[in-house]
């Protein structure tokens, strides 16, 4: 993860801390049921942290960061039928 060192300290603090404001937006408007209708803000929030990120990446050609093709996910190889090549 040589990459975290190209960005910005400021970046860094501002993408750490939409996160946890994010991670605590998804969970305690459900968990308090105080405004439970903001919940779906703060995914909107965070999925355009992660498409800025997804941009990011895709501009230093990591796509591989992006989808992943090996480990625990399944791909998308695996939902072809047996015997249909790529």
Known sequence: MAWMYELSPGLHYFSG??????????????????????????????????LGAAAWHVGRGET???????????????SLPAGAGV
Not at 24 to 37: C, D, H, V
Not at 64 to 78: C, F, K, N, Y
């Open 64 to 78: 591989a960061r992006i989808l992943p093709t090996s480990g625990p996910w399944p791909s998308w190889q695996d």
């Open 17 to 50: 801390s939409v996160e946890i404001l994010a991670a605590l937006g998804l969970n305690l408007p459900g968990l308090t049921r105080i405004q439970p209708r903001l919940t779906p803000l703060a995914a909107l929030g965070l999925v355009l942290v992660m």
